[in-house]
């Protein structure tokens, strides 16, 4: 998992410079951050596994996940 690799600079969890690779992308780049090579390319630049990241995002575990807070979300709308 993304929170599970620390920052060689800072020990913190690598999810900070995910979060600001993806804020520069889409708002200074201008880049598709929907794309999947742009995904790829923004956690390799990070030091993650893109290929990784992208199959993980298109696990069933996750497609549940977006599925249950979607219910939730209309339960609570």
């Known amino acids: 998992m993304v929170n599970e690799q620390r ?6 969890y690598k999810s900070h410079l995910l979060d600001a690779a993806f804020f520069r992308a889409t708002y200074i780049d201008l880049l598709d951050v929907n794309d999947e090579s742009v ?7 990070v030091g ?3 290929d990784r990241i992208l199959e ?5 575990a996750a497609k549940l996940n977006t599925n249950s807070l ?8």
């Open 56 to 60: 993980l995002i298109y696990s069933e």
């Open 48 to 50: 993650l596994n893109g």
């Open 70 to 77: 979607a219910v939730l979300e209309f339960r609570l709308g």
């Open 39 to 45: 995904i790829r390319k923004i956690a390799n630049d």
């Open 7 to 12: 920052c060689r600079r800072c020990k913190r």
